[in-house]
T-cell receptor
Framework: DAEITQSPRHKITETGRQVTLACHQT?????MFWYRQDLGHGLRLIHY???????NKGEVSDGYSVSRSNTEDLPLTLESAASSQTSVYFC???????????FGPGTRLLVL | GENVEQHPSTLSVQEGDSAVIKCTYS??????FPWYKQELGKRPQLIID?????GEKKDQRIAVTLNKTAKHFSLHITETQPEDSAVYFC????????????FGTGTRLQVTL
């Protein structure tokens, strides 16, 4: 069955380290998104992509980067992890814009 | 950019009662309004959505209404059941290059027996 996966599911790292969170979908969806979820803030968009080689900044993009070299993957990189980036990260994908977004299971990141 | 406000932040109802969650949006160009449900420890999942050319949409016990003039939309759950207990998020987006979703801050619904 087609699906969207994230890895790792849990990660502990130290401040200043580079961290990459993986997101992989097998639906052949053009659109992929990264969100962070924090209490009191809901889901906030970090970066998104509408296709290969396309990336766009969301509302909380500082300190994060993404690249889209194929349809299936949109890895999220924290260039130099900060304690403020401790959060639950969700990636999502959709076939068309303004259509259902399917979320991955999430990655819980703790930055010490 | 778009701003979505959601109220209440928590809601407790008795089983069988109705629940209403309200959202307002700021950008009149927004034309797509989905609602997502997130059970504890799980991923968000779409439960219903509405587009600006429709005023109301129903799916069994769930309905969404949209008032474009007032720029607000609401989720209505009737005959609530314990399995409706979850966090609900509203969102808004507009057509075009900016068709990303802006989410509200969520409503924690607790259905008590």
């Amino acid at each position: 069955d087609a699906e969207i996966t994230q890895s790792p599911r849990h990660k502990i790292t130290e401040t200043g380290r580079q961290v990459t969170l993986a997101c992989h979908q097998t639906w052949n969806h053009n659109n992929m998104f990264w969100y962070r979820q924090d209490l009191g803030h809901g889901l906030r968009l970090i970066h998104y992509s509408y296709g290969v080689q396309d990336t766009n900044k969301g509302e909380v993009s500082d300190g994060y980067s993404v690249s889209r070299s194929n349809t299936e993957d949109l890895p999220l990189t924290l260039e130099s992890a900060a304690s403020s980036q401790t959060s639950v990260y969700f990636c999502a994908s959709s076939l068309q814009r303004q259509e259902t977004q399917y979320f991955g299971p999430g990655t819980r990141l703790l930055v010490l | 950019g778009e701003n979505v406000e959601q109220h209440p932040s928590t809601l407790s109802v008795q089983e069988g009662d109705s629940a209403v969650i309200k959202c307002t949006y700021s950008d009149s160009a927004s034309n797509y309004f989905p609602w997502y449900k997130q059970e504890l420890g799980k991923r968000p999942q779409l439960i219903i959505d509405i587009r600006s050319n429709v005023g109301e949409k129903k799916d069994q016990r769930i309905a969404v209404t949209l008032n474009k003039t007032a720029k607000h939309f609401s989720l209505h759950i009737t005959e609530t059941q314990p399995e409706d207990s979850a966090v609900y998020f509203c969102a808004a987006s507009m057509t075009g290059t900016a068709s990303k979703l802006t989410f509200g801050t969520g409503t924690r619904l607790q259905v008590t027996l």
